[in-house]
């Protein structure tokens, strides 16, 4: 498996609250553009993996809903995480 429970646990603990609050927007944000990362990554490789790309775009759409509720709700956990984690808008 390509992400172990440590790597999840130190994700969640470095944006969440904690790393048992893994319901934050902001550890969700992450946890998803490290899946989306390693997707890209597979799909540079493996151009006609379709059920992945498939999976990548519904990835894509589920972090920027998220992004979308965050900004929203507080602007400035927005623009740190967005710089962050180096995602363009």
């Known amino acids: 498996m390509y992400l172990a429970a440590e790597k999840k646990a130190e994700i969640f603990k470095k944006h969440g ?3 048992k609050d893994t319901g934050s927007t902001e550890g969700q944000i992450a946890l998803f553009t490290y899946r989306i990362n390693h997707l890209s990554e597979h ?3 493996n151009r006609k993996d379709f059920n992945t790309e498939r999976s990548l775009v519904k990835l ?3 972090r920027r809903n998220l992004l979308d509720y965050l900004i ?3 602007i400035v956990k927005y623009r740190e995480l967005i710089q962050e984690l180096n995602i363009r808008k």
């Open 17 to 19: 609250k904690s790393e």
């Open 43 to 45: 799909l540079k490789k």
């Open 60 to 62: 894509v759409g589920k």
């Open 72 to 74: 929203k709700t507080d």
